[in-house]
């Protein structure tokens, strides 16, 4: 089956700091990719959609300039989390679609904001 | 934006059928049905969908009422392997656009026990 590969697993960082977490589709091209954010024992929020070549659409209430995504070609989207703070420590989720295809999702990333 | 509820948590027991239901009481006609399991800080992995009919594959059988108001996923012959989060899923098209987004329910605790 198709693989999407979520990079770095886990991140720790300094409050204030920026984080970029790297989502890539292996082995087929994803015109749109998903980033959600999930908090202990809670469902999968989404936050964003990201489509290749055109500005991300963010879901009411997410802020865009805190989180910056990036899908800059077929197999590759970025979310960076600029700014982190303890508040925004939490798991973070991509996913990509094939056409006409379901959902595919990468493992996740746990961020940390000390 | 189209919502569903499921219960919180269900048990079964190893090698029986595990039914979940899923209340999807707003869906339009054109969305789909998407479930999605999730195992403890992992990525959600894709189980089954359908639009109007029931469907099956080797995973699982949805079963989608008359008036698409309720859906089940049916695991025929649970596993402790099988312990895990079940989300069902609505796929919404966003107005205009063409393109869609997956909403996640609050999802279901399933423990199989042995």
């Known amino acids: 089956g198709a693989v999407v590969s979520q990079h770095p697993s886990w991140v720790i960082c300094k409050s204030g700091t920026s984080v970029k977490i790297e989502c890539r589709s292996l082995?087929?091209?994803?015109?749109?990719m998903f980033w959600y954010r999930q908090f202990p024992k809670q469902s999968l929020m989404l936050m964003a959609t990201?489509?290749?070549?055109?500005?991300?659409?963010?879901e009411q209430g997410v802020e865009k300039d805190k989180f910056l995504i990036n899908h800059a070609s077929l197999t590759l989207s970025t979310l960076t989390v600029t700014s982190a703070h303890p508040e925004d420590s939490s798991f973070y989720i991509c996913?990509?679609?094939?056409?006409?295809?379901?959902?595919?999702f990468g493992s996740g990333t746990q961020l940390s904001v000390l | 934006d189209a919502k569903t509820t499921q219960p919180t948590s269900m048990d079964c027991a190893e090698g029986r059928a595990a039914n979940l239901p899923c209340n999807h009481s707003?869906?339009?006609?054109?969305?789909?049905v998407y479930w999605y399991r999730q195992i403890h800080s992992q990525g959600p992995q894709y189980i089954i969908h359908?639009?109007?009919n029931n469907e099956t594959n080797e995973m699982a059988s949805l079963i989608i009422t008359e008036d698409r108001k309720s859906s089940t996923l049916i695991l025929p012959h649970a596993t402790l392997r099988d312990t895990a989060v079940y989300y069902c899923?609505?796929?919404?098209?966003?107005?205009?656009?063409?393109?869609?987004?997956?909403?996640f329910g609050t999802g279901t605790r399933l423990k199989v026990l042995a």
């Open positions: 996913s990509a679609r094939r056409v006409n295809e379901k959902l595919f």
């Open positions: 082995d087929f091209q994803a015109t749109t």
């Open positions: 990201s489509n290749e070549g055109s500005k991300a659409t963010y």
């Open positions: 707003t869906i339009s006609g054109n969305e789909y």
């Open positions: 359908g639009l109007k």
């Open positions: 899923i609505v796929r919404v098209g966003r107005k205009g656009s063409g393109t869609y987004k997956y909403i």
